[in-house]
């Protein structure tokens, strides 16, 4: 490549150094995790990096790591671009494979936990309003890193996915899975982080607590009969936080456990290993 002899010794050296960045070969960016719907992909880029999926940014940590999940139905098909002070600098499409749902049907429940009347629509609507803002806290935290454990023991009783007929009316899917056990049995954190929602008694979830782990990913805990930990409280994984009930919508004690990253719901069960004995 052949300069100019009259570009100034200044913009001739501002020009080499741009050179030699570009010529510089890019951080190879990592992306781990389960390919599948209700799953969820840790990457690593290079500090400072940018990253788009699909056209929307996701938040990168100050340490390079992103979540990338995927809600019960989300399409198959996905782009994923890295830039660097707006410029492109990565491209990679892959494709999620599809999973097939059970359908679960419970009955015996009370009609007005299926089919709520007026008088507490209000209250649901606050209650929403609530959880929604519980899982907007977007701090650039990582307590993920280290892995999840069951935050408790029993059996599996509900899985994810599944779509429930309730007293032999079809609603919405389920979006966590279910571990039944006796009323008063310890409830730990799977992952640390920072307590969001603390709430006694919700309509539908009763007991119900909420544990952001950073980036945005957190786990809810619902139908608690008692709840250990308080909002703004720092957890770390193993710590206990609230104890199995039997509260607001079910039909026996079990804790309902789910995760959600922004917008997506994830299959809690994909980051644990088998239920233990």
């Not at 960016?29 to 500090?47: A, F, H, K, R």
């Amino acid at each position: 490549m052949i300069f100019s002899s009259n570009i100034k010794g200044s913009s001739f050296r501002g020009l080499l150094l741009l050179l030699l960045l570009a010529l510089q070969p890019a951080m190879a960016m990592t992306l781990e995790g389960d390919y599948v719907q209700g799953g969820m992909l840790i990457g690593q880029v290079e500090p400072g990096s940018q990253v788009s999926v699909n056209g929307k940014s996701v938040k990168v940590s100050k340490t390079g790591e992103f979540l990338v999940g995927f809600d019960r139905d989300a399409p198959l098909q996905y782009k994923l671009v890295v830039s660097r002070d707006g410029e492109p600098r990565q491209t990679r499409q892959f494709t999620i494979k599809a999973r097939e749902y059970q359908i679960q049907r419970i009955d015996g429940l009370p009609p007005s936990k299926v089919t709520p009347p007026e008088r507490n629509w209000e209250r649901i609507k606050k209650e929403v309003a609530l959880v929604k803002q519980a899982r907007e806290l977007n701090e650039d935290r990582t307590d993920f890193l280290n892995g999840f454990i069951w935050p408790s023991k029993g059996v599996i009783s509900g899985v994810f996915g599944s779509q429930r007929i309730l007293n032999g009316k079809p609603r919405r899917p389920h979006y966590g899975v279910d571990v039944a056990a006796p009323v008063g049995t310890l409830v730990v954190a799977p992952a640390a982080g920072v307590v969001t929602l603390a709430h006694s008694d919700m309509f539908y979830s009763g007991g119900t607590l909420i544990i952001d782990h950073g980036l945005q990913l957190s786990s809810s805990f619902l139908h608690l009969n008692k709840i250990l930990v308080q909002e703004g409280q720092v957890v770390k994984q193993g710590d206990p936080i609230a104890e199995i009930g039997a509260t607001g919508r079910v039909t026996g004690p079990h804790l309902d456990w789910r995760m959600n990253l922004r917008a997506a719901r994830i299959d809690p069960q994909l980051l644990v290993p088998p239920m233990p004995e």
